[in-house]
């Protein structure tokens, strides 16, 4: 199919045709045949549009509207350049296992790999795992899915890929709220503070403490920064917010309105952890990731559970990713009921994790949570392609404005 502004070799189809008719003496129907013959690839109908896909370092969706603003190129157009530029990436699904498709970011061949390096996995097993993970890239192979999309690469989850609309939350629902409308410390009536630097599990580098210099409320908005400074022994300090003993609930809907940083080794999370660890310690009381985003991968954003079936231990945590223009506000929220969990950004659901076996091993959220909120350095996860210490001169700031 012709597509004028489809990228060929570093020049647009149509001034490639409009060369052929100048200087070859073709006509525009020759032309264009030339050009649609030596340039397969920008005009196959074997590709599809794929917003999420990953285009170098920056989201298909992301490219496209680039283009829109910058080239002043169409909707249509704009995914037709990009679709050209990377044809490899828009293949229509394969038929079975194709080492080259891109899930989510990476190859599959290499998110097979790092199942059989990290997770013991054999090689077959490790490809019907990653199949399994993103059935609509191999919808020829038969995979039963389980219905839920399970992340392999510890703490990259699978691509959303429906949105749907959620009404606004009711303000006459409304049972606690900080909209941080003061100056000063957080207030103590509503948070206190995590405190240490003995890596929280995930090998994290900074040392959390109370100090205003890493948590501060000004200008309608709490601030929690990461520094790079030498502190009890470790290279960076920040902080970590609480409502454990002094908010908690059962079910609702928790929002939180915020700025994301995206230094390389920052790891920012919005998320809710048990008030009463009713089923044990970590991870089989639960923990719901409302927001987590990693400095090293921009713009992706994640929403999580873990429980004892499924967790990052296991390279079982239930989750999906969504893309977020960055440096801009978003609203992150999760509206939790007895029969599931939606996660939801800007007004938009984009996963739902349901109670479908009512065991608490899959399903512990039937008790009281609280909420955090924090910015780490590094870790297991922040830290997988290293920590730009530049980046954290002066600071790295999460803001949050309610």
Known sequence: MWNPDA???????????????DNCGLSEEAARERVMAEFSSSFSAELEWKPLAMCGEHRAEAR???LMSNAKLSAEAAEQRVMSEFPSVFKKAVDAWNPDVFCDGHSASARAAWLV?????SLEEARRRVMQEFPELFSGSHVQTGGEAVAALGGVSAAASCLIAVPPSDPEMLVWADEFDYTGPPDPSKWTF?????????????????RDLNAWVSDGCLQIRAVREDFEGKQYTSSRLLTKGKADWQYGRVEARALLPSGRGTWAAIWMLP?????????????????EHVGYDPGNVHGTVHTGAFNHMKSTQVGKVISAVLPEWHTYAVEWTKEGISFIM????????????GTWD?????HRFHILLNLAVGGDWGGQRGVDEEAFKPAQCMKVQW
Do not use: V
């Open 362 to 366: 899959e399903w512990p959220f039937d």
């Open 64 to 66: 496209a509207t680039w």
């Open 194 to 210: 995590d405190i240490g630097g003995h890596g929280w599990g995930n090998n994290e580098l900074q040392h959390y403490t109370n």
């Open 346 to 357: 800007d007004g938009q659901q984009y996963h739902y994790f349901s109670n479908r076996s």
């Open 117 to 121: 390096d990290n997770q013991g996995m």
């Open 7 to 21: 990228l060929c070799g570093g020049h647009l189809a149509k001034d490639r045709m409009q060369w052929c008719i």
């Open 275 to 291: 008030s009463d660890n009713s089923y044990g310690t970590w991870p089989k009381s639960g923990e719901i990731d409302i927001m």
